[in-house]
């Protein structure tokens, strides 16, 4: 029995770890900030096109294009957007927070490519019962960033529930991107 019971411990640690090791090395870093970028070729497709391909991403992404836009340059081909998408921490059994995901993407088009930049992430939540909310939670979000950044301060300071979250963001932000990027290939069908 005590065999069973130190394998089952120790399973548990690995998986831990693993997962720990995992978060490290999901979130791409620049500057020791997470930060998503690529050029994407677009063949046979001039900057204008690209940009009202763009735009129109923008405004099917967002609840309002305009509320989210805060540089909106034709002639350079340059768009700065900053919005939110929403993920849950689970706080305590029996509490689920909802966390904005907030995040700032900028796209900049020339003919036949164009390059997206995914950075400065930060999260915000409105508690509603705050006796739920532990402290130590409230000051990790404030730090998430530098926390992720720092691997080896990582392991020491996550609490309940924050791995699973952080592991939720990335598949976010990857298919906001894929949804950008079939966007700005796909030809625009207007024959009514």
């Known amino acids: 029995m005590k065999t069973l019971l130190c394998y ?27 930060m998503y970028t690529d050029v994407i070729q677009v063949d046979s497709t001039l900057k204008d096109e690209l940009y009202n391909r763009a735009k129109r991403w923008i405004i099917d992404s967002f609840n ?41 993407l900028r796209i900049q088009i020339k003919d036949t490519r164009f390059k997206y930049e995914l950075y400065d992430f930060s999260l915000k939540y409105h508690v509603t019962n705050s006796s739920d909310v532990d402290s130590s939670l409230e000051e990790w979000i404030s730090n998430w960033n530098k926390v992720i950044a720092d691997k080896p301060k990582m392991t020491k300071s996550l609490i309940p529930g924050i791995n699973t979250f952080l592991l939720s963001i990335d598949p976010k932000v990857k298919n906001q991107i894929s949804s950008l990027v079939l966007a700005m290939k796909t030809k625009n069908k207007e024959n009514w």
Do not use: M, R
Request: charged share 25%; hydrophobic share 35%; glycine share 6%.
């Open 8 to 34: 089952t411990i120790t399973l548990f640690f690995l998986i831990d770890c693993y997962s720990q090791e995992k978060l490290a090395y999901s979130f791409p870093f620049k500057d020791g900030k997470i």
């Open 64 to 104: 309002s294009g305009k509320d989210v836009i805060q540089l909106d340059n034709k002639e350079t081909g340059e768009i700065i957007t900053k919005g939110f998408f929403s993920a849950y921490l689970n706080v305590t059994s029996k509490y689920d927070q909802e966390v904005n995901v907030w995040q700032i």
